[in-house]
């Protein structure tokens, strides 16, 4: 039995330093988001979060740079191309050419009406003939995109259309439709940083929203076919011009009733102004930012 | 010179198989010492009413049915044992058996024939792939060793064999159907290891005995349970085996276990689920049984039971939630079989029933993106098989298959998971967030009646065969869930009849040229039958296939040179319009051809050296749509060149491969674009499947040392190094979160396993 425990002995060692090599090829690239190091769209704010088609939208988007926010205004453009149900992109490919684009203007923000014909473009309508609907995202929504270009950087946006359920038993159908509540955009509280700290030093962030930012909704479960009430995911995702978070973002789940997160931010070494950004975003498209600046010494 | 005597009556007696009949192939043999690899002679073998004896360099030859056969080995000097080998009409099959003397005390014997009898053809029996590196001492691994089979990645268990895809090519259990050959996370087989007699590879071109395939066949054999050894014990670090054997009367039963605990032994040191996020760590077991029973009239009974497990949960933790992954899988299955087969001096009959139950569970979250898919099978079927000999240049086979499966499944989540053959993937990316949800069932019943006649000229052979299939394909949903309106069916019949023919030209002794032709068909997948994520109504996929070579051999040595061409068509592929029709996201408007040539040159036992060198030169392409242009099959490897070779001396054994492939189409990232909804990037691509991976080149070294234990008992240590250069070969191609950076997720480095066996 020695024989055996020494061969498993060197197996398991061998093994141990396979499973190192494994998990260090996934450091080899960058999968962080949270230090802005070049121009990069943080988010695409769409006021209000959810409207029928046809109804007036109003956008706006934080495009962030190294050193704050980017001051040249983006381009903006709505979508019109639907995307293939077997694309695993949010929207479809076509959004990226220049065709199937409706131009609504370039400034910090626009305004415009929703395509009349959203809900048969991107959602569960479809036209005479026997064709497949479209699949609601996991909260049951659809959404017109939204594209925007600035600062050499491509952003999409997606605003929550208001559609019918057509899949749905008659009475789910007229029962979603008189109590189903469009979404609304969650706010943050006021949140509070010291306007300096020493290079190099731990700050606690603490971010917080009212209780009402996690709104409940009513959700068409299409495996049991019956309507349930649903309250949204949150998720916080963190921003700085430099220094370091722990993690991109921090999420609260439909079950929990948190309403609050915190992380903790490490100042640069070098001394200088940082810009930090807050994006908060709920399950069904709504989002909304707060910006901080500390100063570090 | 009891022994000389008793040769000298066994070949007078058997003198009468001294020339080749028609319907019949030639099992050329050399039996040698496994100790000292030397010729034994007055050794009795007996096949049927076959019966023959080997000279003094241990040489024999018996002219037996095509078919598989059983060799009897028998002599007062050494270990009864028995051997298997598949005779092919007109053909010679050359295999050395390596036998245990009496006063060296042994074990059973083992086969090393790997001579093709068809082009590409390839017979591997279970010691000789035990020993090749890369399989960890496991038998069906192999597979992934052999002329014809794509390299795989790391991790894999697809089988990709001449351009076709893993769906394509079937897998059979001593001609019963397994839904895997691999364990998941494909480190050891799923069809066991200590009961396995050989491995029998078919690129293309298969007889009529096989159907359901538009690729190739895979069949595994179970072994004589009184061939395998009386115990045995192993154990890795991978896992842990036992087998035992018994005898009552003319009835011998062996069964073995094992189990896996690779994550446990893992999770000593670190959490497996922290420690290497990209190598599943999944926990397997399998159990096999086997009985086997000869009776009187040439009676043979045999029956076996085989089953499998496998669960794996993995979470790929992430700075951002949004993007974890958490799976949880769960896969199951058993066969049962049982044979009856009754051999004739003028050919065979066989019968078999078998049955099963297939379970599978794949829970899937992406963030808040759910895929979840359930599958439950009962599968049951039945093979009746008659070979009859006509005369002196004929020999006629039929057969009945019946192939059954009632399915009953279940999928949430995205249409986009799993990924399919053709889609654009970009290895990370998240999954599509548009879900929906569908529960239904699905039945293939496949009855299919098979002929087969062998003709044979003074220099030429030749097999014409047929075989008819009836389909019935059901699905429990026609059109998706509506509100609470009953659910509505489609039933549909299919009938096809698959010519396939196969010439031979003797040119010389040594020289054959040969082709091989046929039509092949397989139904759909019944996970493609949901009116949700699939369509209800899809039929049958069509292949068409053809081999010309030439094979060369001489004494131990042969030569093979095949080209070969695989049409398909009436593939199911994805409706790439962006409202496709209700009920019918999947189509059957796929096509793909194959083209490729492989030279193999084959070594069997020469001075103890076994082995095989071959490079394939294949183009696999696809079109998925009528009017789309074609693109490179996803898993198409335009070379791929593989040297395994194992040397035998004394107690010894060692082992050598080499591999070299080119890398796996990828589809490019030309730019990306931010997700405001998630906060994500998501990329944008180029031309589909336009660039590929790096090379693949690795090498592998195998060592054993055998050594007695007193009483019978035998003890061997091995060593396995893989990737010895310690080469990074890339895997996939990877993004940084942005996509404005890629890398390589790079495959195994140099890796050592040692493992222990004891046996009597």
């Known amino acids: ?297 | 010179m009891t022994r000389w005597l008793v040769a000298l009556l066994v070949v007078i007696a058997g003198a009468r198989v001294a020339h080749a009949q028609v319907g019949t192939g030639t099992v050329h043999g050399t039996i040698v010492d496994r100790a000292t690899t030397a010729g034994v002679g007055g050794v009795v073998i007996t096949a049927g009413d076959q019966i023959a004896a080997s000279d003094d360099t241990g040489s024999f030859e018996l002219v037996l049915p095509a078919g598989p056969a059983v060799l009897q080995l028998t002599a007062d000097f050494i270990q009864p044992a028995t051997a298997k080998v598949a005779v092919h009409a007109g053909q010679t099959a050359t295999l050395t058996i390596e036998v245990d003397q009496k006063e060296g005390g042994g074990e059973t014997i083992h086969v090393e024939g790997i001579a093709p009898s068809a082009a590409g053809e390839i017979t591997i029996d279970a010691a000789t792939a035990r020993a090749v590196p890369g399989g960890g001492g496991d038998a069906a691994k192999v597979v992934q060793s052999l002329p014809a089979v794509a390299r795989p990645s790391a991790g894999s268990t697809d089988i990709v064999i001449w351009g076709a895809a893993p769906n394509e090519t079937r897998v059979f259990v001593d001609g019963v159907p397994v839904p895997a050959l691999y364990h998941v996370g494909g480190y050891r087989s799923a069809v066991g290891n200590d009961l396995i007699g050989d491995i029998h590879l078919t690129p293309a071109a298969f007889g009529v005995d096989r159907g359901g395939a538009i690729g190739g066949v895979i069949d595994i054999g179970i072994a004589d349970p009184a061939s395998v050894p009386a115990w045995r014990v192993q154990a890795d670090v991978l896992d842990a085996s036992v087998e035992g054997r018994a005898t009552t009367g003319a009835w011998t039963v062996a069964a073995a276990v094992r189990y896996s605990y690779l994550d446990r032994a893992i999770a000593l040191v670190e959490d497996p689920k922290q420690l290497a996020p990209n190598a599943p760590l999944p926990k397997w077991s399998d159990a096999q049984v086997a009985l086997r029973g000869v009776l009187g009239g040439g009676i043979t009974i045999t029956a076996w039971a085989i089953g499998s497990i496998d669960t794996l949960d993995r979470i790929l933790e992430s700075s951002d939630p949004a993007s974890e992954t958490d799976e949880h899988v769960d896969q199951r299955f058993a066969r049962a079989q049982l044979t009856i087969r009754r051999d004739r001096a003028d050919g065979y009959d066989s019968a078999t029933v078998w049955a099963g139950r297939d379970a599978n569970l794949d829970d899937f979250q992406f963030g808040l993106i759910p895929a979840d898919r359930t599958q439950h099978d009962w599968v049951a079927g039945g093979r009746a098989v008659q070979q009859q000999r006509l005369g002196d240049r004929a020999t006629l086979t039929t057969g009945l298959d019946v192939d059954g499966e009632l399915a009953t499944l279940a999928r949430d989540g995205s249409i986009s998971i799993p990924a399919r053959e053709g889609d654009i993937y970009i290895f990370g990316q998240p999954p599509g967030d548009d879900v929906n949800s569908d529960a239904w069932d699905a039945t293939t019943l496949d009855t299919a009646g098979h002929a087969a006649l062998d003709l044979r000229g003074a220099w030429w052979s030749a097999t014409l065969g047929v075989r008819a299939d009836a389909w019935l394909l059901t699905a429990s949903r026609d059109v998706p869930r509506l509100g609470k309106l009953p659910p509505v069916g489609s039933q549909d019949t299919y009938f096809d009849e698959d010519p396939r023919l196969s010439v031979q030209i003797h040119a010389t002794d040594d020289l054959t040229l040969r082709a091989d032709a046929g039509q092949y068909h397989q139904a759909r997948d019944v996970a493609d039958t949901s009116a949700v994520f699939g369509s209800p109504e899809l039929g049958l996929e069509q292949g068409e296939h053809a081999i010309v070579g030439a094979q060369w051999r001489r004494g131990a040595a042969g030569l093979e040179v095949a080209a070969y061409g695989r049409l398909l068509s009436d593939l199911v592929a994805r409706d790439p319009a962006v409202t496709p029709p209700l009920a019918h996201v999947l189509t059957q408007d796929g096509s793909g051809h194959v083209a490729g040539v492989q030279v193999t040159a084959r070594v069997v036992h020469w001075r103890g050296l076994s082995g095989w060198l071959s490079y394939n030169l294949s183009r696999s392409v696809r079109q998925d749509t009528p009017d789309g242009s074609d693109r490179y099959f996803d898993h198409d490897q335009t070379h791929g060149l593989i040297a395994v070779g194992g040397w035998e001396h004394g107690p010894w054994t060692l082992g050598g491969r080499v591999r070299y492939a080119t890398g796996e189409p990828r589809t490019p990232v030309i730019g990306a674009f931010f997700d405001g909804a998630t906060g994500r990037f998501e990329p944008i691509v180029g031309a589909q499947n336009s660039e590929r991976l790096p090379a693949f080149f690795a090498a592998d070294v195998r060592a054993e040392r055998r050594f007695p234990l007193g009483d019978g008992v035998k003890g061997a240590v091995y060593v396995e190094v893989q990737n010895l250069t310690n080469r990074a070969n890339a895997e996939e191609i990877i993004y940084n979160a942005d996509f404005t950076q890629k890398g390589y997720l790079t495959s195994l480095p140099l890796l050592a396993i040692a493992g222990l066996r004891v046996e009597r």
Not at chain 1, 92 to 108: E, I, K, R, W, Y
Not at chain 1, 111 to 130: E, H, Q, R, V, Y
Not at chain 1, 134 to 160: A, H, K, M, W
Not at chain 1, 256 to 266: A, C, K, L, Q
């Open chain 1, 1 to 297: 039995m020695t024989r055996l425990a020494l061969a498993l002995s060197l197996s398991l060692s061998l093994s141990l330093s396979l499973s190192l090599s494994l998990s260090a090829c996934d450091s080899a690239l960058d999968q962080r988001l949270d230090i802005i190091d070049e121009p990069r769209v943080l988010a695409v704010i769409s006021d209000p979060a959810e409207a029928k088609p046809g109804a007036q939208v109003t956008y706006s988007a934080l495009i962030a740079t190294p050193t704050g926010p980017l001051a040249a205004p983006p381009t903006w453009d709505f979508c019109l191309a639907p995307k293939p149900p077997t694309e695993d992109d949010a929207v479809s490919q076509a959004c990226f050419g220049d065709h199937d684009l409706a131009a609504l203007g370039t400034a910090p923000t626009v305004t415009g009406t929703l395509p009349a014909k959203g809900c048969s473009l991107f959602g569960p309508d479809t036209p005479p003939g026997g064709f497949r609907p479209r699949d609601p995202d996991s909260t049951g929504g659809f959404y017109q995109p939204v594209r925007l270009d600035g600062g050499g950087v491509v952003g999409i946006g997606l605003t929550r259309i208001t559609c019918d359920l057509p899949d749905a038993p008659g009475d789910l159908a007229h029962d979603y439709q008189l109590n189903y509540v469009a979404n609304a955009n969650p706010t943050l509280l006021p949140t509070s940083v010291p306007a300096t700290v020493a290079a190099g030093s731990a700050v606690t962030i603490a971010a917080a929203w009212p209780a009402t930012a996690a709104e409940s909704y009513l959700f068409f479960d299409p495996g049991h076919q019956t309507l349930t009430t649903r309250r949204e995911a949150m998720k916080l995702s963190w921003y700085a011009t430099a220094g370091a978070f722990p993690v991109d973002a921090t999420a609260v789940g439909e079950d929990d009733p948190t309403t609050s997160v915190s992380t903790t931010w490490t100042a640069p070494a070098q001394p200088g102004s940082v810009v930090l950004w807050l994006v908060l975003r709920d399950s069904r498209g709504g989002a909304t930012i707060q910006q901080l600046s500390i100063t570090v010494q």
